[in-house]
């Protein structure tokens, strides 16, 4: 359940089945996927939505070496609030001071939310202004036409090391409310340590 009655102890955690990604180039790859049941499978092809700023696939003409991630990137990475084990953050840091956040909850009945958001960074705080959910898509048979978009509220991250941050949220949807989660570092990319 969202928000200050998340039980951790009540989330269960199963094995939903084997998924291989295989890159073709740095911009795109195939999926495969297979559920345990053998109910959903299939493959997926994959373009890139977003680099991290610094890094991207192809070098800058007079470029000699690999690029290097900016400082920004580094606090890329997933989050989580112990208190909320089961649920978190994975947020990226893109070029031009963005950021893109997507944000792995529940609703007050317990059914898995995705919360997205792009927004802004000044170097210690992502502001997202328009968090969004999205409903209605299904693995198998996926049409776009069936993705129902919503707009959720707002939030900020912000961060107090590179391996700790605070999130402050207010949604205007019901149930979601308003308040906050520490969150601590869970994975950072590969060669982006702080």
């Given amino acids: 359940i969202?928000?200050?009655?998340?039980?951790?102890?009540?989330v269960s955690r199963e094995?939903?089945?084997?998924?291989?990604?295989?890159?073709?180039?740095?911009?795109t790859a195939s999926m495969q996927y297979e559920s345990n049941d053998g109910t959903?499978?299939?493959?997926?092809?994959?373009?890139?939505?977003?680099?991290?700023?610094?890094?991207?696939?192809?070098?800058?003409?007079?470029?000699?070496?690999?690029?290097?991630?900016?400082?920004?990137?580094?606090?890329?990475?997933?989050?989580?609030?112990?208190?909320?084990?089961?649920?978190?953050?994975?947020?990226?840091?893109?070029?031009?001071?963005?950021?893109?956040?997507?944000?792995?909850?529940?609703?007050?009945?317990?059914n898995q939310v995705w919360i997205l958001g792009t927004g802004t960074f000044d170097g210690t705080t992502i502001t997202v202004d328009n968090a969004i959910t999205a409903t209605g898509g299904i693995l198998a048979n996926f049409n776009p036409n069936d993705v129902v978009r919503e707009t959720w509220g707002n939030f900020t991250i912000t961060y107090s090391s590179c391996t700790e941050a605070t999130l402050q949220y207010n949604s205007s949807v019901s149930g979601f409310g308003s308040g906050q989660q520490n969150l601590e570092r869970l994975t950072t990319p590969k060669g982006l340590e702080c």
């Fill in 2 to 10: 969202f928000g200050d009655n998340f039980d951790p102890s009540s």
């Fill in 40 to 110: 959903e499978s299939g493959t997926l092809n994959l373009s890139r939505l977003t680099n991290l700023d610094g890094l991207k696939c192809e070098l800058p003409a007079n470029a000699s070496t690999q690029a290097l991630p900016s400082e920004a990137a580094k606090k890329s990475g997933t989050f989580f609030d112990p208190t909320h084990d089961g649920e978190g953050a994975v947020i990226q840091i893109l070029e031009n001071n963005s950021a893109v956040v997507y944000w792995y909850t529940y609703d007050q009945s317990g």
């Fill in 15 to 27: 094995n939903w089945g084997d998924v291989t990604i295989t890159f073709d180039s740095c911009d």
